[in-house]
């Protein structure tokens, strides 16, 4: 079974452009979300998306947006780039079941974004 | 969300047990318990995940109290290619849910 997939693996931008970024999920998962890992830093919440739409969002602003697709693919855009947007970012898809706990969340291998 | 408090690092040798112990003092009823591994330049990859007391897979083990106040990771007989970042997550998705990864606790192990 193919895992999280997404793309591109590096991209490299200026400041001020802007920046789409792809994600795949696994095969019959219907969320996905998406993460920001700055260098030596832990993972920061950006956006989880759930059968189409937007469920929760972290602490960024609003020029970081997205959106889920009917295959349930995702797009996470970031516009205006600026410098300390260059990280990795790293999608993670889950399937949601009303059983309660914690989902296991299945994470690609990131795209890196550096910004010149 | 329960908040989460691990140590930033741990070292060891190769052959040794490791024991990563997480603190989540207001975990609720209905929250499970998570540990994720990451390597450098790579998505975290899931460990092990508990609602009490222990858990056991072929790669870890997880001892979680009766209070649940608190939770430990038992890596047995690392190698070096266990050096990474583990981190600890206590959440539910009852009501909506959101993920929040702490700084995790970077493990080196060396020879």
């Known amino acids: 079974e193919a895992g999280v997939t997404q793309s591109p693996t590096h991209l490299i931008k200026t400041r001020g452009q802007q920046a789409t970024l792809r994600c795949s999920p696994i095969?019959?998962?219907?969320?996905v979300y998406w993460y920001q890992q700055a260098l030596g830093l832990g993972l920061q919440f950006l956006l989880w998306y759930d059968e189409g739409e937007e469920r929760n969002r972290g602490n960024f602003p609003p020029r970081f947006s997205g959106r889920q697709f009917p295959n349930y693919s995702s797009e996470l855009n970031v516009n205006a780039l600026e410098l300390e947007d260059s990280a990795l970012y790293l999608c993670?898809?889950?399937?949601?079941?009303?059983?309660?706990?914690?989902?296991?969340?299945?994470f690609g291998p990131g795209t890196r974004l550096l910004v010149l | 969300l329960a908040k989460t408090t691990q140590p930033i690092s741990m070292d060891s040798y190769e052959g040794q047990e490791v024991n990563i112990t997480c603190s989540h003092n207001?975990?609720?009823?209905?929250?499970?318990i998570t540990w994720y591994q990451q390597f450098p330049s790579q998505g975290p990859r899931f460990i092990i995940q508990g609602y009490k007391t222990k858990v056991t897979n072929e790669v870890a083990s997880l001892f979680i109290p009766a209070d649940r106040k608190s939770s430990t990771l038992s890596l047995p007989r690392v190698s070096l290619s266990d050096t990474a970042v583990y981190y600890c997550?206590?959440?539910?998705?009852?009501?909506?849910?959101?993920?929040?990864f702490g700084a995790g606790t970077r493990l080196f192990v060396k020879a």
């Open positions: 095969s019959g998962h219907t969320s």
């Open positions: 207001n975990i609720a009823t209905n929250d499970y």
């Open positions: 993670a898809s889950s399937l949601i079941t009303p059983r309660g706990g914690e989902e296991t969340q299945y």
């Open positions: 997550l206590v959440g539910d998705i009852a009501g909506g849910f959101k993920t929040i």
